[in-house]
């Protein structure tokens, strides 16, 4: 099951030389990158892992690119995504993360339903690893 | 972003002529043509090398070695436009001289030319020395060398006392991790970054002895020259000039008498050595003033120098103590 998240879900795969523009676009704006990397996807899990220190002060979309092919060599097997993270007071957050790399086979994510009380219904998710 | 785009329509214009040219595949009978008149100066070239002439004093062979590399570059990148060379050229230099002969301010020029050029996507400069490379303990250099690469990469990465990477007599020195790391980045980032190494002319031509792989992937070796008493002389006015100060006659005198002096001493850096001292002419002025002026001043009595604020310099009395003590 292919799953989404973040910046440009509903379009196919990002390859290299789009990946590169993408970081030229958050680079010029001044955001700091960092990859991230997990092997759950679901939905919840917000706590990817850290892929080294988010990069500050790079100036062109090489730097992150080859941060990305070692990542990729480590943990190809797993989803990575970039996040772009502004520094602007009263910002503070990330503005922009999309996801780079993809297992070959990926987990499916299912849905549970469970009675509560008075008849009412609960629901939960499950990714299938 | 107005600049790139402009570029790549050059390029476009040029990719259609090339594949036009393929098809035939013969030279003589390659009918596209290039005015490398037209693209010196529209390629902003021409004025990085005027900028470098006018405000760089001296220099002379280094100008030299500019405006040949310049030229290569330039005829490299019409023949690359023609379709009759595909090779990235190795821009690794090399920048050799005494401390204060210009080499910072000439790299950032170089990176500013690359940049014009299309040789460095960005055209910053990042000026490191061996702190910024090496750790301090096992698996400390690798880490620290890659951020300064990533910071580098699209520019210019220059290395001052470049030689400092290579201890000879400490085999277990951190440096030679510094120096394979880069020697890769070198030979496979050739289209994301150029370095540039700087340093004392002996010492690096120890350090080129002992680090072949690095002699070999440096295509340009420029040497800078020491500046002669009439060009610091020179850099000396045009300093003052900048932050709208002045010589009197006899500051004048007091300064050429300096330079000779100041030469003769240790640690003699050139053009740093005489801002150095028009930075301690400038405290002496503005203490002369504090204690001696009556009256309102005029801004020509703010801004003239006079021969005491110079000849008050510890050069006049023979240097440092420190130095005097150990030679």
């Not at chain 1, 957050?93 to 009675?115: C, G, H, L, Q, Y």
């Not at chain 2, 250099?141 to 006392?161: R, S, W, Y």
């Not at chain 2, 880069?182 to 004392?200: F, K, S, T």
Request: proline share 3%.
């Amino acid at each position: 099951m292919r799953i989404t998240q973040g910046c440009f879900s509903f379009l196919p795969d990002l390859d290299d030389t789009q990946i590169s523009k993408q970081i030229e676009y958050c680079l010029e704006n001044g955001w700091a990158i960092g990859i991230e990397h997990t092997d759950d996807p679901h939905p919840r899990n917000t706590y990817w892992q850290m892929w080294g220190n988010p990069m500050f002060d790079l100036r062109d979309a090489k730097g992150v690119m080859m941060e990305l092919d070692d990542c990729r060599k480590m943990h190809g097997d797993d989803y990575i995504r970039l996040c772009a993270f502004e520094d602007e007071r009263g910002i503070e957050s990330v503005k922009m993360s999309f996801i780079v790399n993809r297992p070959a086979e990926e987990p499916s994510i299912t849905m549970t339903r469970s009675d509560y009380v008075d008849r009412a219904q609960k629901y939960a998710w499950q990714v299938n690893r | 972003m107005t600049l790139d785009s402009e570029h790549s329509h050059a390029n476009d214009a040029k990719i259609q002529d090339v594949t036009i040219n393929a098809r035939d595949n013969d030279i003589a009978g390659n009918q596209a043509s290039v005015d490398l008149a037209a693209e010196y100066e529209s390629s902003g070239v021409a004025e990085v090398l005027r900028e470098l002439d006018e405000e760089l004093i001296g220099l002379a062979p280094v100008k030299q070695r500019i405006r040949e590399t310049a030229a290569l570059l330039l005829v490299d990148r019409a023949r690359r436009a023609l379709g009759l060379s595909h090779q990235t050229p190795t821009l690794h230099m090399s920048f050799s001289g005494n401390p204060g002969t210009g080499k910072t301010t000439v790299a950032m020029k170089m990176a500013d030319l690359l940049y014009r050029l299309g040789y460095v996507r960005k055209g910053h400069l990042v000026s490191v020395t061996r702190d910024d490379l090496v750790g301090q303990y096992i698996g400390h250099t690798a880490p620290k060398t890659k951020e300064v690469l990533k910071k580098a990469m699209g520019g210019v990465l220059f290395i001052d006392e470049a030689y400092y990477l290579y201890k000879p007599d400490n085999e277990r020195d951190y440096g030679q991790e510094a120096i394979e790391i880069l020697l890769q980045v070198m030979e496979n980032n050739r289209d994301d970054l150029v370095v540039i190494m700087a340093g004392y002319a002996d010492k690096m031509d120890m350090f080129f002895r002992a680090n072949p792989g690095f002699r070999s992937r440096i295509a340009h070796h420029i040497e800078f020259p020491d500046y002669s008493d009439d060009e610091l002389m020179q850099i000396c006015e045009s300093m003052l000039a900048e932050q709208n100060y002045l010589l009197d006659a006899g500051a004048k005198q007091a300064m050429q008498d300096y330079i000779t002096q100041r030469r003769a001493q240790p640690h003699f850096a050139n053009a740093r050595s005489i801002r150095n001292a028009l930075d301690r002419a400038r405290l002496r002025q503005a203490n002369r003033l504090f204690s001696q002026a009556k009256g309102p001043l005029t801004a020509k009595q703010l801004s003239t120098i006079c021969e005491e604020d110079i000849r008050a310099s510890r050069v006049f009395k023979g240097g440092l103590d420190v130095d005097r003590a150990t030679s």
